[in-house]
Nanobody, 126 residues
Framework: QVHLQESGGGTVQAGGSLKLSCTMSGLAAKDNSMGWFRQVSGEKREGVAGISGNGLLRYAEFVKGRFTVSKDDAKNTLDLQMNSLSPEDTGTYFC????????????????????WGQGTQVNVSS
């Protein structure tokens, strides 16, 4: 059974940094697609950053230049380095995975991922 576990969330002041990590079991990170999504209560889940199984990277426009997503196939982990954080980045961050690769336009679409972690909370204060 595929299991994903996020860690690294917390509270940080505006302008600060956090690093989120996702550890996966039951499915190899290598050659499969993984991504980060965030959600605020009462709002829809939105794509943040992801890597397809064949190596394509996608970032949401609102995080370009601030966030960096990386995958470590040896450790079977997906990380998200978040810099220059603002209160608008506050939310629950989820790690997701899907077997094989996917079209570039699907990487940041939550409905195309089959496996999900429970989420980790990120709070950015003014």
């Amino acid at each position: 059974q595929v299991h994903l576990q996020e860690s690294g969330g917390g509270t940080v002041q505006a302008g600060g940094s956090l690093k989120l990590s996702c550890t996966m079991s039951g499915l190899a990170a290598k050659d499969n697609s993984m991504g980060w999504f965030r959600q605020v209560s009462g709002e829809k889940r939105e794509g943040v950053a992801g890597i397809s199984g064949n190596g394509l990277l996608r970032y949401a426009e609102f995080v370009k230049g601030r966030f960096t997503v990386s995958k470590d196939d040896a450790k079977n982990t997906l990380d998200l380095q978040m810099n220059s954080l603002s209160p608008e980045d506050t939310g629950t961050y989820f790690c997701a995975a899907q077997k094989d690769h996917m079209f570039g336009g699907w990487i940041l679409r939550w409905e195309f991922y089959a496996y999900w972690g429970q989420g980790t909370q990120v709070n950015v204060s003014s």
